[in-house]
């Protein structure tokens, strides 16, 4: 006898609510992370927002990856926000990738309006994550202005394979009730903050040039 399926801890959430999902490391969490939320919260006139802590990137090099509950602990005390939820529930489910993610909870919480979000950097390098045209169809997105990266993001291969699905900004107040795919590109002001940065003062001058 096969045992029954757990379904991993969920932050409360209720019927009709519009949130939004931000995945990452946040290895560490730092005020660019909050920065972008209270955006998205604001234009998008969002209930919450999780903050999917992840076990760790596919994408990324794990030798410097601080421990899950470090990560959680840490990215609580930056969000601040009575209504910005840090979850770490990816790695009791199990979900490597933020398609399985999304999967996931789209079959938890069918009447909960997600809106995926991400940074422009994340955007130009859409194209590499493992399904991404999947994760178009799954959900509708908004992608966060980012320094320097903005021309890039624009002109990435997944924007401009999801050009059709662009919405402009009289359609994205509600963009969690659009079918997908469906995609905005949030501006305002912009946050030039990141973790690497942080990582690489805490390793000290010494130690970034031997890196």
């Known amino acids: 006898m096969t045992s029954a399926y757990i379904w991993p801890r969920l932050p409360?959430?209720?019927?009709?609510?519009?949130?939004?999902?931000?995945?990452g490391s946040f290895n560490p969490a730092h005020p660019g992370h909050?920065?972008?939320?209270?955006?998205?919260?604001?234009?998008?006139?969002?209930d919450c927002i999780w903050w999917l802590v992840t076990p760790?990137?596919?994408?990324?090099d794990?030798?410097?990856?601080?421990?899950?509950q470090t990560r959680i602990?840490?990215?609580?005390?930056?969000a601040n926000h009575p209504r910005i939820i840090v979850t770490g529930f990816e790695a009791e489910a199990g979900t490597a990738y933020t398609a399985d993610t999304l999967d996931l909870l789209k079959r938890r919480c069918p009447t909960v309006r997600f809106t995926w979000?991400?940074?422009?950097?994340?955007?130009?390098?859409?194209?590499?994550?493992?399904?991404?045209r999947h994760i178009a169809e799954t959900m509708p997105f908004a992608v966060i202005d980012r320094p320097g990266v903005t021309l890039k993001a624009i002109a990435s291969p997944a924007a401009r394979a999801l050009s059709y699905a662009r919405l402009s900004r009289p359609e994205f107040v509600?963009?969690?009730?659009?079918?997908?795919?469906?995609?905005?590109?949030?501006?305002?002001?912009r946050s030039s903050e990141s973790s690497t940065r942080l990582r690489d003062l805490e390793k000290g001058p010494v130690q970034r040039f031997i890196d």
């Open 12 to 23: 409360a959430h209720g019927t009709g609510q519009r949130i939004g999902l931000l995945g």
């Open 73 to 78: 602990a840490k990215a609580q005390a930056v």
């Open 174 to 189: 509600d963009l969690g009730s659009v079918p997908p795919p469906a995609w905005t590109f949030l501006f305002g002001p």
């Open 62 to 68: 794990h030798a410097d990856l601080a421990a899950l």
């Open 117 to 132: 979000l991400m940074g422009a950097d994340n955007l130009a390098d859409f194209h590499r994550w493992d399904r991404w």
């Open 34 to 46: 909050r920065h972008i939320s209270v955006l998205a919260l604001k234009q998008l006139q969002l």
């Open 56 to 60: 760790g990137n596919p994408l990324k």
